[in-house]
């Protein structure tokens, strides 16, 4: 079977190379020509995907990364997994258009195209299927198979990888859904077939949504039991001692990656724009957690003021710039807006992250390479994310002022979120 994958990032390449695990032959597609470079290298800048893994598939001839749609010619199944951030608050499906008017000319009888990036309800039937048809010049769900299966996928989650996770899926008819439903099949150790793409596309905003929601939640807790006076952190481990009625969400400095700072907007911009009505709580989080990084450097600057020292000029390391532990997925996260308000107030920044790609590190930060480098002459260390492969506890040890955002220290010098 041969097997297209568009978008080799986070979520398509565990999908090419769970492909090529079961016996397919794998094109993945990318536009983006560095990407493509190290792919062809057997480089993966993906965490969960190794170079071993990479340098296999791409030597056993399984798996060619490049950037030409010629490529796809004969495919069996193309999976789209491309990104569809928000611009100006608004959907942008522009890499899902792309994509489909790249593929469709080499769609033949009985392929099966599935989306997979994450959009509003209706994606699927109203945009990608017109867009395939009018370049194949084949009928969707008589000639060819069109189907929507949300990605689950979780950077860094050794228990729940992209096998491990069950999979939704979802076709444009009953015919379609038998497609993708077998082909998956092959992938994944648990499919959970849907009636429709709509109810498949809802089905990943409400995930993520309900994260979104609850997180929110947490994060305003976390600001106003600070200002009570309360350990608002020993009162969520105490609330999770409760087998039923409750699930444990923590507070951080905001949300980041692919999802949790898009996915909700997408279902409020549909609800407002076809029903005309606002979604109340999707706006209301998105105003608490979108201002998480603010209340992050408020509390920042009362540390350094409560030492008699200004943000103008003094040494701040951030530890961990990705939006989750041990993955260099730094897409929508929190310590971009972090460094860019301790920029405006002068403040000289370092950061700490062995994940991050390169061409992705924040202009202005300097990279530092080790804790050591981050304490040395530091004011303040403010921590972010907290990744398995950096020793934090030398913070305490070595009694540097830190901010923890996400209650992995304590001790004297630290003050937490």
């Not at 965490?47 to 010619?73: K, N, V």
Request: aromatic residues 8%.
């Amino acid at each position: 079977m041969k097997t297209v994958v568009v978008g080799q990032g986070y979520v398509g390449l565990p999908v090419a190379m769970r492909a090529v695990e079961v016996g397919h032959d794998v094109v993945g597609i990318d536009l983006d020509r560095n990407r493509v470079g190290l792919l062809k290298a057997g480089s993966s800048y993906v965490d969960d995907i190794s170079d071993e893994t990479l340098a296999e598939a791409t030597g056993g001839g399984r798996y060619l990364a490049t950037l030409d749609y010629a490529y796809a010619e004969g495919f069996d199944v193309a999976v789209i997994t491309v990104p569809t951030p928000l611009r100006d608050s608004l959907p942008d499906l522009s890499f899902i258009e792309q994509a489909a008017a790249s593929l469709a000319p080499f769609i033949r009888g009985g392929s099966t195209v599935v989306l997979e990036s994450t959009t509003y309800p209706g994606t699927t039937d109203e945009l990608l299927v017109p867009i395939l048809e009018s370049g194949s010049g084949l009928v969707a769900g008589v000639d060819f198979f069109v189907g929507y299966s949300p990605e689950r996928i979780d950077p860094g989650n050794k228990t729940w990888g992209f096998r491990e996770t069950p999979k939704v899926v979802s076709g444009m008819n009953p015919e379609s859904l038998l497609e993708v439903q077998a082909f998956y099949s092959q992938l994944v150790d648990s499919v959970v077939p849907v009636s429709g793409t709509r109810e498949a596309e809802l089905t990943k905003l409400l995930e993520n949504t309900f994260r979104h929601v609850n997180i929110a939640l947490v994060n305003e807790l976390a600001i106003f039991a600070h200002q009570l006076g309360v350990d608002v952190w020993e009162s969520i481990d105490a609330a999770s001692s409760k087998p039923f009625g409750f699930m444990k969400f923590t507070p951080g400095p905001g949300v980041g990656g692919h999802c949790l700072p898009v996915d909700p907007s997408y279902l409020s911009w549909q609800v407002r724009k076809q029903l005309g009505k606002s979604f109340r709580f999707v706006e209301l989080a998105n105003d608490v957690n979108d201002h998480m990084p603010d209340y992050v450097v408020q509390r920042a600057m009362t540390m350094l003021n409560d030492r008699s020292r200004a943000v103008r000029g003094a040494r701040i390391a951030l530890v961990g710039l990705a939006y989750k532990p041990n993955t260099g997925d730094i897409r929508e996260a929190p310590s971009a807006r972090v460094i860019e308000l301790l920029t405006a107030l002068g403040a000289d920044l370092g950061g700490l992250d062995s994940h991050v790609e390169e061409h992705r590190w924040p202009q202005g930060v300097e990279r530092l390479s080790t804790l050591q480098d981050a304490m040395a002459g530091a004011d303040l260390v403010i921590v972010l994310t907290h990744h398995a492969d950096v020793d934090l506890e030398a913070l305490v040890a070595e009694g540097v002022p830190v901010f923890d955002a996400r209650n992995v220290l304590t001790g004297p010098s630290v003050q937490r979120l």
